[in-house]
């Protein structure tokens, strides 16, 4: 399979923060079969309501942790999404975000997890902690969800939304974290049909060696 999985159309926000959002990251046959193909079983519920941090509600399955592919996660998942980690784990992949975000990421270590927001599922406003140098996200969804969407803050007061972005079929998001890089996902509506399935990458740190609790969500 021949995953082309750059596009030339990220756009490039520079309000309230500086973000980027594309809304046709891979060709259209190969996003149609990774989509069929999104893992559903596995899965670990992540809830926080309480405690210092950032608070949320999700599922969460581990797939690659500090650049290495998760054995129980790997061996049950299909010939097309391997293929797919493995160009996420490539040199290339790296080097075009890179250039294209203007960000250092020779030396990081790469987290990704298959998420998936079912129905009262959120995450409340935060910003990401400093050791995340770059993260994306790659909306799997299968139908229109109630709620789930990645809500971008002025603040850190939930109200001060300045843009809401829709988790559509294709679409990715890139945050560069930053102190005012305030964010949040709506919670999905009791009763939604479908769930927001999400793939999320977190290219961080070398100062940070290995997965913890606070990289257990994401936008």
Not at 21 to 40: G, T, V, W, Y
Not at 57 to 64: F, G
Not at 67 to 75: A, K, Q
Request: with cysteine.
């Amino acid at each position: 399979m021949n995953i082309r999985w750059h596009s030339p159309d990220f756009k490039r926000k520079k309000e309230p923060f500086e973000w980027f959002c594309s809304d046709h990251f891979l060709s259209p046959n190969i996003f149609k079969r990774l989509q069929a193909e999104f893992p559903h079983t596995g899965y670990c519920k992540s809830h926080r309501e309480e405690g210092d941090g950032k608070y949320y509600s999700t599922w969460d399955l581990l797939a690659i942790d500090n650049g290495i592919p998760v054995r129980e996660t790997w061996d049950n998942l299909t010939s097309a999404w391997k293929t797919m980690l493995k160009v996420i784990l490539s040199d290339d992949y790296r080097d075009y975000f890179s250039t294209l975000m203007e960000r250092d990421l020779s030396q990081t270590r790469l987290h990704v997890r298959f998420t998936i927001y079912h129905e009262n599922c959120w995450l409340a406003p935060h910003c990401d902690r400093p050791d995340k140098i770059l993260t994306q996200t790659l909306y799997f969804p299968t139908g229109v969800i109630e709620g789930g969407e990645l809500l971008i803050l002025g603040s850190s007061d939930p109200d001060d939304i300045k843009e809401t972005v829709v988790p559509s079929p294709n679409r990715s998001v890139i945050l560069l974290p930053s102190p005012n890089s305030w964010h949040s996902v709506r919670k999905v509506a009791s009763g939604s049909q479908h769930a927001r399935r999400a793939l999320l990458l977190h290219y961080v740190s070398p100062d940070h060696v290995s997965d913890n609790e606070d990289n257990k969500t994401h936008v």
